[in-house]
């Protein structure tokens, strides 16, 4: 009798479905609701749809049967299971629990799972934000006629209010409002929604909470902070530094962190005063600076001990890399901005005024904006003719009958070099004031560090791709 061969596709997915196990996603889940009765339970089906994502598939609910038809499920999920388990209707009913269940207190079980499984250190945290767009209409209750995205957005910030309330009052889950906010991807003609995400400096997720899609930085990375810091000191884990980029800082986030004993390091916003005048005092000066070892970063430090959120320590940073990247984006700004000035120049030097001042006024008025790295040479003209029309007369002689601006525009390299090293040098704020413990080398390579986080969003969000639409 002729044996039968079954071709069956593992490719990387054993390897996925093996950190499954050893963290424990299934029987977990599971215990969370131990009365549940699907022929798939939750946890399987959970892991089934990890498992579907990072095949990298990306299909919908009622097309997995099809991804997992000719890879070997038992041996991925366990005995008995079958490709055509994996249905729709299982998948939809274990995302419906997910959801009831809370998916953020679900999420820190699990990194908690990860963290005795691995010995993940939770001594550097990440703290970022990332935003997904989708197509549908997801329409809030509003009245006839006001269907606008400025109308939606006050709807959500209203219902994001009174949801909050509502939680605290009943504990039950709210619905995220997905809606306009600021696109990441210039998509302002399509909705969104958030994600908040905290990982170790590995880059291991460890907090996710979904989010409006009109949620503010300040508050949401603020919350996931204290969120995850709760959750450590309940599993006896002792929080290190939080790093977090501009969004988070400001007096009253800093504030409420170094009140609680939260450690953090985050960059000072390139709006704030302050910032902009001690970068700009410290660019006049060569004094104070100190180099790293391969001469590619500079940084200046001190301490600020007069600000309203109390003391922190400042470190202006200068890096090779950023400086040449800021040098190219002024160059390119300034070669745009420049046929941009001489149309407008040019057409001014059409005008005709009755005086020179007049004509220097006019200047005067258009270059209000001009930028600081082009510099105006000009000159009032007199346009000489005859005041009467027609030919004039034999003894006429012709005078000045108006006056016209000739301009010539040039850039300035002192300038725009000025104006490259301004955007390149960026302040590293921290309330870690020990330079012994922390030497102001080693926060900057902290902060730096945030990049881990930051490709993690930008996975998830290639991962999920453009124009999602999503049932929750």
């Not at 969370?32 to 339970?41: A, D, I, M, T, Y």
């Not at 009831?100 to 703290?127: K, M, N, P, S």
């Not at 767009?133 to 006839?144: I, K, R």
């Not at 170790?200 to 204290?226: C, H, I, M, W």
Request: aromatic share 8%; net charge negative; with cysteine.
């Amino acid at each position: 009798m002729a044996s039968r061969y079954v071709v069956e596709h593992l490719h990387h997915l054993g390897i996925v479905a093996e950190v499954c196990r050893e963290i424990g996603v299934a029987d977990w889940l599971d215990q969370q609701e131990p009365g549940n009765r699907q022929q798939v339970s939750v946890g399987t089906a959970t892991v089934a749809m990890v498992l579907n994502g990072l095949g990298f598939s990306n299909r919908r609910l009622y097309l997995v049967p099809q991804f997992f038809a000719d890879k070997p499920v038992e041996h991925l999920l366990g005995a008995g299971i079958l490709a055509e388990d994996l249905n729709d209707d299982c998948l939809g009913r274990t995302l419906d629990w997910l959801y009831a269940h809370d998916v953020t207190r679900l999420f820190a079980g699990l990194a908690l799972r990860a963290r005795r499984a691995f010995g993940i250190e939770v001594g550097r945290l990440h703290a970022d934000t990332t935003s997904f767009a989708v197509h549908g209409q997801y329409a809030l209750d509003l009245p006839e006629g006001l269907e606008t995205p400025e109308a939606l957005t006050a709807a959500a910030q209203s219902r994001t209010v009174s949801a909050a309330e509502d939680e605290e009052d009943t504990g039950a889950p709210t619905v995220i409002a997905v809606t306009y906010g600021y696109s990441r991807d210039h998509r302002a003609d399509l909705k969104e929604w958030m994600l908040a995400l905290v990982t170790s400096g590995e880059g291991v997720p460890q907090f996710l909470q979904p989010l409006d899609g009109n949620a503010s930085d300040k508050r949401t990375l603020l919350e996931a902070v204290q969120a995850l810091t709760q959750q450590l000191k309940a599993s006896g884990e002792t929080p290190g530094v939080y790093v977090a980029d501009s969004g988070l800082y400001g007096a009253e986030n800093m504030t409420r962190l170094t009140a609680t004993g939260v450690h953090w390091v985050s960059r000072v916003p390139e709006t704030s005063t302050a910032a902009q005048t001690i970068v700009q005092e410290r660019l006049a000066t060569l004094e104070g600076w100190h180099r790293s070892h391969d001469g590619t970063r500079q940084w200046w430090s001190r301490e600020e001990p007069d600000l309203a959120q109390g003391r922190e320590r400042w470190i202006v940073v200068r890096t090779q890399e950023g400086e040449e990247r800021a040098r190219a984006t002024v160059q390119r700004q300034a070669e745009r901005d420049q046929q941009t000035w001489e149309k407008r120049l040019w057409h001014l030097g059409n005008q005709t005024f009755a005086c020179a001042p007049d004509a220097e006024a006019a200047l005067a008025r258009v270059c209000q904006r001009l930028p600081p790295w082009f510099v105006v040479v000009s000159a009032a003209v007199a346009q000489v003719g005859y005041a009467a029309r027609g030919r004039p007369r034999k003894d006429a002689a012709p005078g000045p009958q108006g006056w016209q601006i000739q301009t010539t525009l040039t850039r300035d390299p002192v300038a725009l070099e000025r104006e490259a090293l301004r955007r390149a040098a960026f302040i590293v704020a921290t309330n870690l004031l020990d330079t012994d413990a922390w030497p102001d080398e080693a926060v900057i390579a902290l902060y730096r560090e945030q990049t881990v986080v930051e490709m993690d969003c930008t996975q998830m969000t290639s991962f999920v791709g453009r124009g999602t639409l999503i049932s929750h």
